[in-house]
Every structure is written in structure tokens, then in C-alpha cells.
């Protein structure tokens, strides 16, 4: 056990969870990780490994795995990783604290249309808040390579006390007050890589997918600016640039349905062929609904909705985009 530096937990055994557990143990810290499921909490403790989501990662050995959230009460510090549907169940269940909460999901709740902080702020009250967002492939984060991301704080205390327990030479995080635009960029930018996917199995090409980019992005910005967001926060880490990571790579599960999906298959057998989570696929019909709520034209997220629901086929989707009235950027 480490003498000097407390333990950090991390809420959620999935690919992002374990790498950010390898991340933060990288400096000699202990790392207790909350997972799901016994056999995942079994194989980190016994073999080092989490081959369930992080294939080809021997995990560092002061990782430790739990069960029991309980036992996650002496931490000083939280990040919350578990797919965004389930994190208010999760974090009901959490003993009651003072604790951080990192928040590290990206989505927005199916059932009430609420951001990760508010969802969180009702399901364990009294904890302060925070939000880390941005272009991290958990293999990339797992490995050790240059990764930046936003991490939003309620002020700079909170940042002074979060920022040196997530730091690391290759783990840059960046300040900002802006909660709700460092959120919107996360969530909304897997919708998004669903439509790119899309627009490559379709073989449209870079023209078509560099046109999605920037007008999705358009849409991310109405939408981000309607809820209060921050041009700036858009524009950074966790809105822009996790939008250009996960509309260029099949690293991206988001991108690789929206893959199948040009290819001709049903949203829901590629989804139940699936054990990882797209969150864009579950996002997408809630943000279609709040961005009409608040009366703000999101025309590809409409188009990805109608595709994951089958109403349309991908060709025909991609043709209804490009059949909209001529109009100024
Ligand atoms: N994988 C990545 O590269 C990154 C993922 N994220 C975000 O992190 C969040 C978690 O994603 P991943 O770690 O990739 O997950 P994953 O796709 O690797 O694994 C699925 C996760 O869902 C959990 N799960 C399944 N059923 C559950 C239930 N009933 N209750 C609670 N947990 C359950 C599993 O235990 C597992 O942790 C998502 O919001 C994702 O957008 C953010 C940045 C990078
Ligand atoms: O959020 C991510 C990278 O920043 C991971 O994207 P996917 O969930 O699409 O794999």
C-alpha cells in the first residue's frame, strides 16, 4: 500500500473504468475499482487483467477490485465510469459522503432527459461534482500514450483538490468551470459519430465525412449554446476534439455501428451482438427530444435517430440530408 498518496476508486469496470484505474496507478497510487460483475472483480484481483473490456492489458498490481461500493467509502477521491443509463442506480446505492464525484460518463439519462450531473446530483446528494471529458481511447489511456482532456469543476478549489490526484506526464487535464458544456460535447458528439460510421460503410468518402464534422458540430454548438453552454468548451477538448477522434477511427464503438449500419444491418443485431456500450445509440432519441423541446434544428441527429430505429435505410437517410433546402453555414 501506498504511504503517502490516498486512494482514488473508480465506479465501473468497463474499458474506460480499468484504464483510467492503469492511469492513475501509474504513479505508485492504490486504486480500488467498483465492477458489476463478479467474474470482472475476480479476474483483476487474481490475474491482473480485465479481458472482458480491456483486452491486452496486464493491469497494474495496486489495482485492487470490489463488489461491495461500500467498501469504496475511505477514497478520496471518486471517478464514476459506468454507462450512463445505469450511473444513477449505481450511485443510489453508494454510501453517503463528502467525497468528489468525477463524473466520467458520457450521455444524456433515456428517462428524464437529464445530464450525468444533474442525474448524479439527485442520486447522491451532498457530493460535489465534476465532469472529465475529451479524446481518450481507453486502450490509448491504458497504454501510457499523450491524452488531454477538459475536466469541469464547480471552482478552483475543487480543481486544486481533484486536478493533482488525476494528473499524470501523459494525462493533461485542462480547467474549466463550464459543467453542462463539458457534458454536451461528450454525449453529443457519439450521436454524431454514429452518422460518420454511417457515411463509411455507405464508402461516401473523406469529403462527405469532413461535411459531417463540421455540420454536426454546428449542431453540437445550437444545442450546447441553448443549454447554456460555452462556445469555448464546445470548441475544445471534450466538444470538438472527441468529436474529430470518434468520427475518424472503428476504434470508436459509436462509429462502428453507425459502420454496420451503412453496410446494411439492423441497429439492434449489432447491438446484441454487442457487450461493450454505443452510448450515441441511446442518447441519440433523448437528445432529439430535448433539442425540440428547446426548439433547436439538429438535422443529422434527427437522421440517426430515424436510422437506429429503422424507419429508413442508410442511402435513403444519407439522400434526405443532402436533399435539404440550400441554406447559409
Ligand atoms: N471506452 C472508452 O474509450 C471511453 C468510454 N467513455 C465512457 O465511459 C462510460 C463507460 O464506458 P466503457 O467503460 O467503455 O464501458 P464498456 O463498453 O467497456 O463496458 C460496459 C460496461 O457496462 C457495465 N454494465 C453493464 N450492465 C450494467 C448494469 N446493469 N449496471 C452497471 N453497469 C453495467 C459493465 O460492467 C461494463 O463496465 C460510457 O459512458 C462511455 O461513453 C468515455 C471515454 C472513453
Ligand atoms: O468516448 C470515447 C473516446 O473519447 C470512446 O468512444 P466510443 O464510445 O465511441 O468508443
Known amino acids: 500500500m501506498s504511504e503517502n498518496k490516498p486512494t482514488v476508486g473508480v465506479i465501473g469496470g468497463g474499458a474506460w473504468g480499468t484504464a483510467l484505474a492503469q ?30 473490456y480491456l483486452s491486452g492489458t496486464t493491469l497494474d498490481p495496486a489495482i485492487r477490485a470490489t463488489g461491495d461500493l461500500g467498501a469504496l467509502a475511505d477514497c478520496a477521491l471518486l471517478l464514476v465510469v459506468t454507462p450512463a443509463q445505469h450511473m444513477r442506480r449505481v450511485l443510489k446505492q453508494l454510501p453517503h459522503g463528502t467525497t468528489d464525484l468525477v463524473l466520467c460518463c458520457k450521455g444524456i439519462e433515456e428517462a428524464t432527459g437529464d445530464l450525468m450531473v444533474d442525474a448524479a446530483r439527485a442520486a447522491a446528494p ?22 488531454a482532456v477538459t475536466l469541469a469543476c464547480e471552482d478552483h478549489v475543487q480543481w486544486d483538490r481533484i486536478a493533482p490526484q488525476i494528473a499524470r506526464p501523459a494525462f493533461r487535464p485542462y480547467f474549466t468551470t463550464d459543467i453542462t458544456g463539458a457534458e454536451i460535447g461528450g454525449a453529443v458528439k457519439n450521436v454524431l459519430a454514429i452518422a460518420c460510421g454511417v457515411v463509411e460503410g455507405l464508402g461516401l468518402g473523406q469529403n462527405a465525412r469532413a461535411a459531417l464534422i463540421a455540420r454536426g458540430f454546428a449542431e453540437m454548438t445550437r444545442f450546447g449554446l441553448a443549454c447554456g453552454a460555452q462556445a469555448e468548451t464546445l470548441s475544445g477538448l471534450s466538444g470538438l476534439g472527441d468529436l474529430v477522434l470518434t468520427c475518424s477511427s472503428v ?30 445509440a441511446f442518447t441519440a432519441p433523448v437528445l432529439q427530444r430535448v433539442a425540440r423541446t428547446r426548439g433547436v434544428a439538429m438535422p443529422i441527429v434527427d437522421t440517426v435517430c430515424a436510422l437506429l430505429a429503422g424507419e429508413v435505410a442508410a442511402a435513403e437517410a444519407v439522400a434526405a440530408l443532402l436533399a435539404r433546402p440550400l441554406t447559409a453555414e
Request: a neutral charge; aromatic letters at 4%.
Open 126 to 147: 451532498g457530493r460535489p461534482l465534476a465532469v472529465l471529458s475529451g479524446p481518450t481511447f481507453a486502450h490509448e489511456v491504458a497504454a501510457g500514450q499523450p491524452t
Open 23 to 52: 492511469m492513475l496507478a501509474s504513479d505508485g497510487r492504490d486504486v480500488l475499482l467498483w465492477a458489476f460483475e463478479p467474474a470482472v472483480v475476480k479476474a483483476i484481483n487474481t490475474q491482473h487483467s480485465n479481458s472482458a
Open 251 to 280: 476504434s470508436s464503438r459509436n462509429f462502428s455501428l453507425g459502420k454496420a449500419l451503412g453496410e446494411g444491418r439492423k441497429a439492434a443485431d449489432v447491438l446484441a451482438d454487442r457487450t461493450t456500450v454505443a452510448e450515441g
